[in-house]
């Protein structure tokens, strides 16, 4: 019984319980703003202004980024991002629209990159507002 006993909570402290994971999938959701800036002068690329709503998908470690940009103080929107939340890493990743997207998750923070056609497209920075 005690060997029983002891391993229930050492499986307790080792896997992350529903409340934890809970947590972290609220932070996620909501309202990003910040910028994105891009790495490749000289191309249809320029620096932008944007607004990203993050929302998840139920049952799933899949979460939608709906990314808009400001231009003239008015948000245009630009697409939806699938990304796979990485929980070892703190990051949700993408492949959408032929480039591979990754947002790195720390604080208030998420910090991003674009690559496209194996270049360094975007460098993304984001803050929580909502």
Same mark, same amino acid.
């Given at each position: 019984m /005690?060997?029983f006993?002891?391993?229930? *909570?050492?499986?307790? %402290?080792?896997?992350?319980t @529903?409340a $934890?994971k809970?947590?972290?999938d609220s932070?996620?959701?909501?309202i990003?703003k910040?910028t994105?800036?891009?790495?490749v002068h000289n191309?249809?690329?320029?620096?932008?202004?944007?607004?990203?709503?993050?929302s /998840?998908?139920q049952?799933?470690?899949? *979460?939608?980024?709906? %990314?808009?940009?400001?231009? @003239?103080g $008015?948000?245009e929107?630009?697409g939806?991002?699938?990304?796979?939340?990485?929980?070892?890493?703190?990051?949700?990743?993408?492949?959408s629209?032929?480039?591979l997207w990754?947002f790195?998750?720390?604080?208030?923070?998420l910090?991003?990159?674009?690559?496209?056609?194996?270049?360094?497209?975007r460098?993304?920075?984001?803050?929580k507002?909502?």
């Open positions: /005690k060997t006993i002891v391993a229930f *909570f050492i499986f307790i %402290a080792v896997y992350p @529903n $934890q809970a947590t972290t932070f996620l959701l909501g990003w910040g994105s800036l891009c790495q191309s249809p690329c320029r620096d932008e202004s944007v607004v990203y709503y993050i /998840k998908v049952g799933t470690d899949t *979460f939608n980024i709906a %990314a808009n940009k400001i231009v @003239n $008015q948000e929107e630009m939806v991002i699938g990304c796979k939340w990485d929980r070892g890493n703190n990051r949700l990743r993408s492949t629209f032929n480039g990754t790195n998750f720390k604080n208030n923070n910090d991003g990159t674009l690559y496209y056609k194996g270049n360094l497209y460098i993304i920075k984001l803050t507002q909502k």
